[in-house]
């Protein structure tokens, strides 16, 4: 039998790998190999802003917002202190 906290325990990871993977995009360019394969992998969409920018676009309170990946890693930061 899993213990009561198991799906919890998946949506962490689940969550945890999708955090690693937006990080990974940051300081990169949206033409860059390594993000435009990972792009097809993701549940979100991801799109290239000024400069070739990769930019995360979420569905957030009913309104699409758009981030940039340092300013999702700034959120959760914040949110962890």
């Given amino acids: 039998m899993f213990p009561l906290s198991f799906p919890t325990s998946i949506t962490f990871l689940t969550l945890m790998s999708l955090l690693a993977n937006i ?13 435009r394969g990972d792009v097809k992998l993701w549940p979100f969409k991801v799109f290239a802003a000024h400069g070739g920018k990769p930019m995360i676009n979420v569905e957030y309170k009913g309104e699409e917002k758009q981030f940039a990946a340092e300013e999702i890693s700034s959120m959760v930061l914040m949110k962890m202190a």
């Fill in 23 to 35: 990080l990974k995009s940051s300081g990169r360019r949206f033409s860059d190999a390594s993000i």
